[in-house]
């Protein structure tokens, strides 16, 4: 029989999907999968105090619930830069890496819509958020504060068979058995990705500040601390209307970009001689008022002790920075709080709710021609992840992250 061009058409259209899906070629129902998935993925095992190693590792099965994600890019966060040196958790050998992103490339066929509900396809971009297994009652509409200090993380996982358990790596298994969650964030771009997880925490702490029945449109506002976090609590609080912010810091570099992010002025600490000297050039900053709001975002626990002289009578903070124990700050109690009714709430990281938040804020914020992508100033391929660590712990540009080729 002769083979027409129809024919010859077909068989090489066939060989062509059996190259991009081999499950196309043998006849059996795979998972869905964009194809091309290599045998192998990489991972940056940190197996060392301050030493990655790349290894390399089968690919693993994608279960029924599972996702396999391409990863496209990771921040670097302060928490990395801790394990990285001192492996405060004891996690070593650990896969890290909890900021990334990256596009899913095969599904279980049970794994259909993300944690807010959305529908999810291969092809798709997601972050995740925490890991809820021991704790069913955490849920996306729990509005009641139930934030998720205590749920495991992947980018902090023990390591296991899988390997495939951080965003510092070329692939990663989110587990539908491990209790995960993730969001479809297709309609974000990379950089405003690798921003989700540090925005959600400013997201959160002004969720917080609200509580307090102080924050108002364009309440007079102070942020104290123009790291990464003191900047992007300025964008959120500009997205909100609020625009009588000043921004304190002692460097000038990080002033100027405040105000490029939403700051109307700034105050450099470094200029005034002890608290009540900086409080009153707060005061004169804000023509003659104190603010009625602070957010103290730099881990300082001088700085912490300062930030009541910026307050008025009635005013509130919201204590954000120490994410980790930095020691004990001397207030004092008289004058400080009970003589001028402060209302003091502190936070600690996010809801799922707040993640979603995120994603709109990131929308508004590129919307109001906030400059967000220029927080991150450095960006390291996967095989330099010592040198991306190196570059955070020296405290060089704001947001290191890692960008896959
Ligand atoms: N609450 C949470 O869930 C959460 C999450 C992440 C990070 N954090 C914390 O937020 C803090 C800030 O994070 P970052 O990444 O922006 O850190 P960073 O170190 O980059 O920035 C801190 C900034 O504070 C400034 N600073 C220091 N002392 C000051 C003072 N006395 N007055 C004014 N400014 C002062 C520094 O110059 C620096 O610019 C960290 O301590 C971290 O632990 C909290
Ligand atoms: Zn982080």
New binding site residues.
């Given amino acids: 029989m002769a083979v027409n061009e129809r024919d010859i058409e077909a068989i090489v259209k066939s060989i062509l999907d059996g190259m991009r899906d081999p499950s196309a070629l043998a006849g059996i129902t795979a998972p869905a999968s964009s194809g091309d998935i290599p045998k192998t993925a990489h991972v940056a095992m940190l197996t060392d105090l301050k030493h990655f190693e790349i290894k390399e590792y089968p690919m693993p099965e994608v279960g029924d619930d599972d996702i396999l994600v391409k990863v496209e890019g990771c921040g670097v ?2 928490t990395d830069a801790h394990e990285y040196k001192v492996d405060p958790f004891g996690l070593i050998p650990v896969a890290l890496g909890h900021e990334g992103t990256g596009e899913i490339v095969k599904m279980g066929k049970n794994v259909k819509k993300d944690s807010a509900g959305k529908d999810v396809k291969v092809g798709d971009k997601i972050v995740t958020c925490m890991i809820f297994k021991d704790n069913p009652d955490i849920t996306m509409y729990d509005l009641n504060k139930q934030n998720v200090g205590g749920a495991d993380v992947y980018g902090l996982l023990p390591d296991d068979d899988c390997h495939l358990n951080g965003w510092f790596a070329d692939y990663i298994l989110i587990r539908g058995a491990l209790g995960s969650t993730f969001f479809n964030v297709s309609d974000l771009d990379l950089d405003s990705r690798i921003l989700i997880e ?1 925005c959600a ?1 400013l997201i ?2 002004v969720e917080r500040a609200k509580t307090t029945g102080i924050l108002r449109f364009n309440s007079r506002v102070v942020v ?8 992007i609590c300025i964008a959120v609080l500009r997205t909100m209307g609020i625009e009588n912010i000043v921004a ?4 000038e570099q ?1 002033l100027e970009f405040a105000k490029r992010l939403g700051a109307e002025k700034s105050v450099n ?1 470094m200029n005034y001689k002890g608290a009540e000297e900086l409080g009153a050039a707060v005061e004169a900053t804000f023509d003659g008022h104190l603010a009625d709001f602070a957010f103290p ?4 626990p ?2 912490h002790a ?1 930030i009541y002289k910026m307050i008025r009578n009635g005013g509130g903070l919201c204590e ?5 124990n ?1 020691g004990d700050a001397t207030i004092n109690p008289h004058f400080d709080l009970c003589a001028k009714e402060i209302t003091l709430v502190g ?4 809801t799922l709710r707040d993640y979603v938040t995120t994603f709109d804020f990131l929308k508004r914020a590129q919307a109001i021609g906030l400059p967000m992508k220029e927080l991150i100033t450095h960006k390291f391929p996967l095989e330099e992840i010592n040198e991306a660590l190196e570059t955070n712990l020296a ?1 060089k540009g ?1 947001k290191i992250a890692i960008v896959n080729k």
Avoid at 297 to 300: A, D, P, S, V
Avoid at 320 to 324: A, D, R, T, W
């Fill in positions: 966060c302060g540090p925490v959160h702490a104290q601390g123009c790291g990464p976090i003191g900047l304190v810091d002692g460097n990080r600490f975002c730099t881990g300082n001088k700085a300062n954000l920075g120490f994410f980790i930095g936070s600690w990281v996010y405290m704001l």
